[in-house]
């Protein structure tokens, strides 16, 4: 049986099958009075080359950079199987292109040391469903530095603290900033909201505990790639909402997934794409929701929630990935809240870009772009 969902202000609800027998909601963005995403975006990069063979067999008009694309060959050549076509368990022990940056620097003679940093320390810290693992970032220097609370990404299914641990310590170095990355709780085990209750016990804690890792908890921001970047967002709505919790002072959401319509210009132009792609994201949608109406709650579907009153956010967008439109989608409806947003997408780009600087020259743009907007707003 079809449900229709209820009309929204500025969006059209319909339902899309999906691949592997999924329904979920798809929401598809009304016009915009003539306004286009380019309003929002600027490009980064130019030198860019054709590497189809890379991206699963996409069409010659995709374009990677020479040095994404050495990424995502190595990512090819590791042999990791399709995510959609393997259990969580199974994706899980997959290689990673934090696997690929590694290749690439041993071809190439370079040390493959993680970028060093003042301290890096493990513990834990309580959370709604037990003690959540956190990894603590510290930059040189003399504190009390400003905080990042950081979530990565892996679709609520996958990766790590380990696997974006290259992320978190590009961003203590650049923003000055002591940054404490969370391990939140993993899909199918635990579905939606755990990852986004313990995105929001995380930051609590760190509003409140901040002078135990050497942080001002005036000075608090939130910042998260893909998975990571909804629970950064969707954290901010929670603490919007709530009473008598500081607000962060900004956030910067990397290619964030902000929405479930899997029909937008970029899902259907990377409908292949490598590393991420249409049926993998159907895949993380389908492990991570409890039912298909998860996918209209404004946490998941943050493009057709409320926006208003949320601190300045920054979006960092690559060319190669399906969330690209719904992440220039994100950034006229936080204009159109009053909200102040930035938004830059990389050309020749793939997702997970982000966390490449060792090999990848577009990321350490990309980085210092991020930790500009984190200055600035620990600045206030």
Known sequence: MHTRLPAMCLLRPRLTRLPATLMLFTITACSTGGRTASDTTTAMRTDTTTRADSLGGMSGSVRASTEQAKVLDELAALGGKPLDTLSPEEARRQPTPADAVKRVLQKNEASVAPEAVGKVADRTIAGPGGVLPV??????????????????????????????????????????????????????????????????????????????????????????????????????????????????????????????????????????????????????FRHYTRSSADATDPRLNIVGANLKGLPPVTIISAEIDPLLSEGEQLALKLRDAGVTVSQRMWPGTAHEFFGQGAVVPAAKEAVQYAADALKASFRK
């Open 135 to 284: 990894r603590i970032y510290t930059p040189a220097g003399t504190g009390p530095f400003p905080v990042i609370v950081y979530f990565h990404g892996g679709g609520f299914v996958v990766a790590t603290i380990d696997t974006y641990d290259s992320s978190a310590r590009a961003l203590a170095n650049a923003a000055g900033a002591v940054v404490m990355s969370v391990e939140y709780r993993k899909a199918p085990e635990h579905k939606f909201p755990a990852a986004h209750d313990d995105a929001y016990a995380a930051y609590l804690w760190a509003v409140r505990n901040a002078s135990q890792i050497g942080g001002d908890s005036t000075r608090i921001a939130l910042v998260g790639e893909s998975a990571g970047g909804n629970l950064a967002l969707a954290t901010a709505m929670q603490v919007r909402d709530s009473t008598g919790v500081r607000a962060p002072v900004s956030i910067v959401a990397v290619y964030p997934v902000v929405g479930s319509d899997t029909t937008t210009e970029s899902y259907t132009r990377n409908a292949l794409a490598k590393p991420l792609n249409r049926p993998i994201m159907t895949w993380f």
